[in-house]
Every structure is written in C-alpha cells, then in structure tokens.
C-alpha cells in the first residue's frame, strides 16, 4: 500500500486535528470530516502543509451526511483503507438538568456517529483488508458528576468496538484508545483557543509525570492502524499516564 487513505472524524480540533497533520506528514492521504466548518478549514490547512488532505463538512449523527461524506471520499480517491472515529463531544450538567435532547446530542455524534462511519466504511474497509481505531475515554471506566452522556457514550464505544472487531474480521482490524488527561488547548480552532494554564501538580499527579499530548494519541493511532499491529483486533488501550492504576486517597 503506496498511499494509505485515511477518514478522520472530529478531524478539525483537538486529537483528530493532531492526528491529520501527524498522518499526513507520514505519507498518508487523510480525509478530514468536522461539522464546524471554521475548525474544518484551520485543520486541512495544517495537514496540507505535511501530505494530501481533503476536508469534507459533516455531521457524523447524520445517516445522509455520513454516506455523501463516504462516497466523496471514494470519488476523490477510489478506496478507504482506514478509519478513525474521533468525533466527540459532552455536556457535563447536573443528571437532574440534562435534557433527553441534550443526550440524544451527545449519544448521536459520539456512539451512533461512530456506528455510521463504520457501517458504510465497512464494504471499503474489507476491500482494503484494512483497520478501524475508535476513541474511547477513561470516562468508560471513571467519572466525575455529571457526565452521564458522555461517559456512557463512551462505554458504548469500547462494547462497539469489540462486536465490530468480530462482525468485521478477518478483514478488517477493530480496535479503541481510552485516552486519559490530553491537553488538546494548542490544536483548538483559533477563534476559541485559550492558554493551556497546567499547573505543576497537574503533571505532577500523573505517575510518568505529565499531561498527555494529541501527539501521544496520534502515534498508536498509526501503530494501530500499521501491519506490526497484525495480530491485535477487539482491543482497548488505556493512555492515561497510569493514571487509572493510580490509588487515590484524601490524607
């Protein structure tokens, strides 16, 4: 496979935005599909700096929208080899104030967005012999108040990444990232980008010392997606900094 071509949902901000441009610059041909048509542009600016890229509006809890953004990838470029369901969001409210439209919101881009995509990737994606990467959280596992949508959205993700592992091979890999704490303030879109402001013990409390970056989740991204990774399908990795294994106690 000379040119691998890559679809990347959520692509125009945070970790889908790192991974374009870190995909692009390592040869591979990365579709962006973002809603926010500002975010969109920024993102497919940085990823052309690096490869070829093409950035397509869509709004992945959307049936139709899903489908044009899968057949203009297929009329531009005539194959999918990989896909990466990044699209996410929350709404974090007290349980007795998140409306059922408000959950909808959140379960429709980051559960059911994630099923589209792979349900009409899927005949390419075989064709290709190729891999999905679902983006998970830490949030499957641990919550803070009043994360009910998104955590179970992503608990959602983790059991759809395992039924697609086995609905989907030997053709094609299946496999989630639960990422932990990853500043993604630097790949925000410009108009609503703010300072990072990470204090010390934000590092501190993380036992390999750090906050993790877009680029931390990028790099398994590619490994995930890579033939040295020929042998893993179904699976979830945790990128935390260790933090899930971490005792916490109030002294």
Known sequence: MKTPIVIITGAGQGIGRATAKYLAGRNYRVALLEKDREAGEEALALAREL????????????????????NTVLAEWGAIHYLLNNAGFSINKPLEELS????????GTNL????????????HLRKAKGAIVNLASTRRLMSEPG????????????????????????????????????????????????????????HE????????TPEDIAALVEYLFSDKSGFITGQDFVVDGGMTRKMIYEH
Do not use: M
């Open 100 to 107: 059922l439209e408000e959950w909808n919101q959140v379960i």
């Open 51 to 70: 490869g070829e890229a093409l950035f397509i509006p869509t709004d992945v809890s959307d049936e139709r929208s899903v489908k044009q953004a899968i």
């Open 112 to 123: 059911t967005g994630a099923f589209l995509c792979a349900k009409y990737a899927a005949p």
């Open 205 to 212: 409390q993380h036992p390999v010392g750090r906050v993790g």
């Open 147 to 202: 994360t009910e949508a998104y955590s179970a959205s992503k608990g959602g993700i983790f059991a759809l990444t395992h039924a697609l592992a086995i609905s989907l091979g030997p053709d094609v890999r299946v496999n989630s990232i639960s990422p932990g704490w990853i500043d993604v303030t630097p790949w925000q879109k410009q108009s609503e980008r703010e300072p990072a402001n990470l204090r010390p013990v934000d």
